[in-house]
Antibody, heavy 118, light 108 residues
Framework: EVQLVQSGAEVKKPGESLKISCKGS????????IGWVRQMPGKGLEWMGI????????RYSPSFQGQVTISADKSINTAYMQWSSLKASDSAMYYC????????????WGQGTLVTVS | EIVLTQSPGTLSLSPGERATLSCRAS???????LAWYQQKPGQAPRLLIY???TRATGIPDRFSGRGSGTDFTLTISRLEPEDFAVYYC?????????FGQGTKVEIK
């Protein structure tokens, strides 16, 4: 069974750093892209970027380029998203999701990680 | 980037009725790389349709998608109680991938 399991909810202060994770199982982790999607409270979905764990090829949406860093450790089937200095406006639910190619649909989603910056 | 505009914002219908959701793109979607997702409160989105018209695994046949170029439609032929949710379209043919703002299907 394909699963993406994300790290737990985080409460941080403005200016702090944060790294959240997404662990894949039940499939070949290095053969699929992992994307990250933001959902601010009561709002819609925003595509942030994707990474191919096989070679760490990473693409960002211009809206998020420079704001976050996406990475992956294929040895432990885990993708990450990190912030170096959080802002209150980073408060949101963050989902990781699997894509079979960089221009592909998203077929499996993690359960989401709620980040609160206050 | 491609902007997707969904309409209507909210659709108020009764169980058993037909729902028609629209997604219009600001420019042609490459290869009809258009997907639809359903999201219920407190849950992650779920893939319904990809390639504009192909149902994902396990999706009931009351869900259908059609369209090409810049105009796409998701139809739910007969609404079941579990279908009341928010629906998003997404284009994945051009980078950055983008989502529409969502259509909420609520019980009338």
């Amino acid at each position: 069974e394909v699963q993406l399991v994300q790290s737990g909810a985080e409460v941080k202060k403005p200016g702090e750093s944060l790294k959240i994770s997404c662990k894949g199982s039940g499939y070949s982790f290095i053969s699929y892209w992992i994307g990250w999607v933001r959902q601010m409270p009561g709002k819609g979905l925003e595509w942030m970027g994707i990474i191919y764990p096989g070679d760490s090829d990473t693409r960002y949406s211009p809206s998020f380029q420079g704001q976050v860093t996406i990475s992956a450790d294929k040895s432990i089937n885990t993708a990450y998203m990190q912030w170096s200095s959080l802002k209150a406006s980073d408060s949101a639910m963050y989902y990781c999701a699997r894509q079979f190619r960089s221009s592909g649909w998203t077929d499996y989603w993690g359960q989401g990680t709620l980040v609160t910056v206050s | 980037e491609i902007v997707l505009t969904q309409s209507p914002g909210t659709l108020s219908l009764s169980p058993g009725e037909r729902a028609t959701l629209s997604c219009r793109a600001s420019q042609s979607v490459s290869s009809n790389y258009l997907a639809w997702y359903q999201q219920k409160p407190g849950q992650a989105p779920r893939l319904l349709i990809y390639g504009a018209s192909t149902r994902a695994t396990g999706i009931p046949d009351r869900f259908s998608g059609r369209g090409s170029g810049t105009d796409f439609t998701l139809t739910i032929s007969r609404l079941e109680p579990e279908d009341f949710a928010v629906y998003y379209c997404q284009q994945y043919g051009s980078s950055p991938q983008t989502f529409g703002q969502g259509t909420k299907v609520e019980i009338k």
